[in-house]
């Protein structure tokens, strides 16, 4: 994989959401730049353990708010968070063994995960979100 290019975090028009989702793409790219100029940054496996947890946080929020919304599509997005989540655990078991990767590469492929995540079954959601909106405005 080459370079990432992930300009800025797509946004869903639900502000707590949409904060982040920018911590997000801000934790990877930061990462991505410390490890570019220091490959063996001492910091890094624990940065990465960080992004790990903030999805955890962030996807829990995603689906409370869109169970609360009644968000018709929410059991297929919860099944893509638990795939995003089970790529982590299984990148984690790989670190302690002997063909653990170059962590810029999981960090690169992270980062590619994350916006086509972000780009369309969270875009789905934004999608249904303000097409309500606009049912529900309209006299
Ligand atoms: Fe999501
Ligand atoms: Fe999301």
Redesign the pocket.
Known sequence: MNELKWDCAQLVGVAH?DEQ?RLHRKLVMDLLRTLETQPSDAKAEAAFIDIFENAVI?FRA?EDYLEAQGYPDIVPHRFEHELLLDWFRDQMVERDGPHARPLIQLVKELGTIFQQ??ATV?QDYATWLQAREKATSSP
């Open positions: 959401l989702h962030h995603e995540h972000h969270d």
